[in-house]
C-alpha cells in the first residue's frame, strides 16, 4: 500500500464519475488493510455568487485512499477562506 498523503492535503475524489475537490481531514487503516478510510471535505464553488464562494461540506462518509489524486490547483477563495 502506498499512501502518502498528510492531513490538510488538497486532493481530487472520484465519486461515481465525477471528480471533486477536496481536502483530506483524516484517514485511518480499512478493515481488509490495503487501503486507508478517508475523511474528505468537499470543496465547490458556488456559480450563482459572484465572485465565486467556496462551499465546503464533510463527505458523510469513508472515501477509500485510492480514490483520491494529489490536487495542485487551489480553488478561487480557497486560501482566503482559511486553507
Not at 498528510?6 to 471533486?20: F, N
Request: glycine share 10%; hydrophobic share 35%.
Amino acid at each position: 500500500m502506498n499512501f502518502n498523503f498528510e492531513r490538510g492535503a488538497r486532493v481530487w475524489v472520484k465519486l461515481g464519475s465525477k471528480k471533486e475537490a477536496g481536502i483530506l481531514l483524516n484517514f485511518g487503516f480499512s478493515s481488509e488493510g490495503d487501503y486507508m478510510q478517508c475523511k474528505i471535505e468537499l470543496l465547490v464553488v458556488n456559480p450563482l455568487v459572484p465572485g465565486g464562494q467556496l462551499l465546503r461540506q464533510v463527505y458523510p462518509h469513508p472515501i477509500q485512499s485510492y480514490k483520491l489524486t494529489k490536487r495542485y490547483e487551489t480553488l478561487p477563495r480557497e486560501m482566503q477562506d482559511g486553507q
